[in-house]
């Protein structure tokens, strides 16, 4: 069984889109945005590939909620092997992109090969092309907006493109909120994902839709998000639910232990919620550092019709760190890679204690992917 | 009935689509800016976002141009411009007539689409957190931006 979200496989070496529908199982062992996309790079990385090859793969992913109202600037994560630490990497783009490209008829982007000129990819309803644009990559934002929504989609179109200043690359999207739009005000891209993108050639993405995104309780909806926004000058510390201060350190589960605040980061990857345009901490908020697993089950259900409860919840984000540790287990953490390789000894994180399909890979409904990571 | 006119302050807006999102869904159903009766506006030029609905003109080029007269003034809850989809063929000349590009035409339905107020409660005005979005007296209008205009000019002084 599968649902109306779509994966688009793309070959910029040959110019060629290959689309798949993201199965309802997917959608319930990862969400989507940074869950799916882990699972997609497993999947489709080759084994022990170099990052500034044309054989890296390179994911965008919109959140499982982008471009819904609750998250309609829901960031985009871009997810690769990087050079920078030669594991798994991702970087959040905030802003109407993700949504956008929702509305373009597309969940998850597999970028693959090397596109023999720079090139700006265009997503447009259900569409993708590729269009050469020399010398894009050297202009600031606001000229490669007026490039790219001039000759390509228009002025609905929203953009994620890459800029150089000096040898940083800086990832720049169609800002709202307090994102800036000038390159001199903007923290270079420390993931490494933007020089996996140069290395392919791609300078910008740029998406433009108009496919309406289905709503399965829109008065439902509406109501929850009003109560909530007129929670938000309510004090914090009355609004707190007790289950969020009860909640263990670490979450515990087949492949060792995993911090509550990286299962709740995951989290907000996988719902796309890193942008919600609310102050953090709000009454029954799922925004900033302080997702609450209840108000997060609660948007997905009225947006999607998907019953997850915070077992549920925290289950899926402990599969998709899970995941991502075990790739990069695979691709190597050698001793020399510093703080990353502690915190994985630390918590019982060694390929002998999780490399097992039996006690690790079956528990986690991750057994698919065996063949890949072992 | 009262007279009440939905203003929307560039300098405020932070462009985050709450509006648009809520009134497509209160509306359609689906998340499409596409069927939203508010628009917000990108303005690259001066990097600013201007949401943008029907103005509820006195002299209306939409009920002048509909050869169906399928377009009125409407005093229930408050003064507005309704269409009457009894009476409208889609035929879009009120879409041409538009002087601001606020009305929409749903092709599913065939047929076009307008900002009612919502009855006199826009939702829009509440999803607006940074309150760019206001249901205003017309008659007031003139007093907030003269007090604007006035804090402008007296900056610095004391008393």
């Given at each position: 069984m599968t649902t109306d979200r779509k994966i688009a496989l793309v070959d910029l070496g040959r110019c060629e889109v290959e689309t798949f529908p993201v199965s309802m199982d997917l959608e319930q062992r990862f969400l989507g945005g940074s869950g799916v996309a882990t699972y997609l790079f497993c999947k489709q990385a080759p084994k022990m590939v170099d990052p500034g090859s044309a054989d890296n793969i390179c994911i965008v992913s919109a959140g499982y909620l982008s471009g819904t109202l609750?998250?309609?600037?829901?960031?985009?994560?871009?997810?690769?092997?990087t050079a920078a630490t030669g594991l798994m990497a991702r970087a959040c783009v905030d802003g109407p992109f993700a949504g956008q490209m929702r509305r373009a008829g597309f969940e998850h982007v597999v970028l693959k090969g090397r596109a023999e000129k720079e090139t700006c990819m265009l997503i447009c309803d259900g569409r993708i092309e590729f269009k050469v644009v020399p010398g894009l990559k050297d202009n600031g934002l606001s000229d490669q907006r007026a490039i790219l929504r001039k000759e390509a989609l228009g002025y609905e179109a929203q953009l994620i493109c890459i800029q150089k200043n000096g040898d940083d690359l800086f990832f720049a999207a169609d800002a709202c909120l307090a994102l800036s739009k000038?390159?001199?005000d903007m923290e270079p891209d420390k993931s490494g994902v933007a020089q996996v993108l140069a290395a392919k050639n791609v300078v910008a993405l740029a998406c433009s839709g108009t496919i309406?995104?289905?709503v399965k309780d829109p008065e439902g909806i509406i109501a929850y998000e009003k109560?909530?926004?007129e929670g938000i000058d309510e004090p914090l510390?009355?609004?707190?639910?007790?289950?969020?201060?009860?909640?263990?350190?670490?979450?515990?589960?087949?492949?060792?232990?995993?911090?509550?605040?990286?299962?709740?980061?995951?989290?907000?990857?996988?719902?796309?919620?890193?942008?919600?345009?609310l102050p953090s901490g709000t009454k029954n908020g799922a925004n900033g550092s302080e997702l609450n697993f209840q108000a997060a089950a609660d948007r997905i259900l009225l947006n999607t019709g998907l019953a997850l409860d915070e077992d549920e919840l925290k289950e899926i984000a402990y599969r998709c760190i899970a995941m991502e540790r075990i790739y990069n287990l695979r691709e190597g953490i050698a001793a020399k890679q510093g703080r990353t390789a502690e915190d994985y000894r630390e918590n019982g994180w060694t390929r002998k204690a999780v490399v097992k399909k039996a006690k690790v890979f079956d528990p986690l409904r991750i057994d698919d992917l065996w063949s890949r990571l072992k | 009935m009262t007279m009440k006119i939905l203003t929307s302050d560039p300098n405020k807006c932070n462009g985050c689509r709450m509006c648009q999102t809520a009134c497509a869904i209160l509306k359609a159903g689906v998340c499409n800016p596409e069927k939203s009766r508010i628009r917000v506006i990108e303005m690259d030029e001066c990097d600013r976002y201007l949401p943008l609905v029907c103005q509820n003109c006195e002299d209306a080029p939409c009920i002048a141009a509909c050869p169906k007269e399928a377009i009125s003034r409407s005093y229930d809850q408050v003064v507005r411009t309704v269409i009457d989809y009894n009476k409208c063929v889609g035929c879009k000349m009120c879409l041409n007539a538009c002087s601001f590009g606020t009305i929409g035409f749903d092709e599913d339905r065939g047929r076009p689409f307008k900002c009612d107020l919502c009855g006199g409660d826009p939702l829009c005005v509440h999803f607006c957190e940074p309150g760019a979005l206001t249901l205003k007296d017309p008659t007031m209008i003139q007093y907030d931006q003269a007090r604007v205009s006035a804090l402008k000019r007296t900056a610095g002084m004391r008393r």
């Open positions: 609750s998250a309609p600037l829901g960031a985009a994560v871009l997810t690769s092997k000038d390159v001199e309406a995104l289905e109560k909530l926004l510390t009355q609004n707190r639910p007790e289950t969020d201060i009860q909640d263990p350190e670490t979450i515990e589960g087949p492949a060792g232990s995993v911090d509550l605040t990286q299962i709740k980061q995951t989290l907000m990857q996988c719902l796309g919620v890193q942008c919600l345009g | -």
